[in-house]
């Protein structure tokens, strides 16, 4: 299996592209782990950083 650097390289993935895991266990763990981020208290900043919402 290829480093994701090797597949980068050769064209096969972008990085704009939404790479989902083919691993079964993948969807149940991610879901476990969305289930647990929602119980933590977090406040709007930190939520804006988990989420990807940057102010300039």
Same mark, same amino acid.
């Given at each position: ?5 090797? %597949? ?26 969305? %289930? ?21």
């Amino acid at each position: 299996m290829k480093s994701i650097l090797e %597949e980068l390289y050769d064209g096969n993935i972008y990085p704009d592209e939404l790479i989902i895991s083919k691993d079964h266990e993948y969807r149940p763990l991610n879901k476990r782990i969305s %289930e647990m981020l929602t119980m933590i208290p977090i406040n709007k900043v930190h939520k804006n950083l988990l989420l990807g919402i940057h102010y300039y």
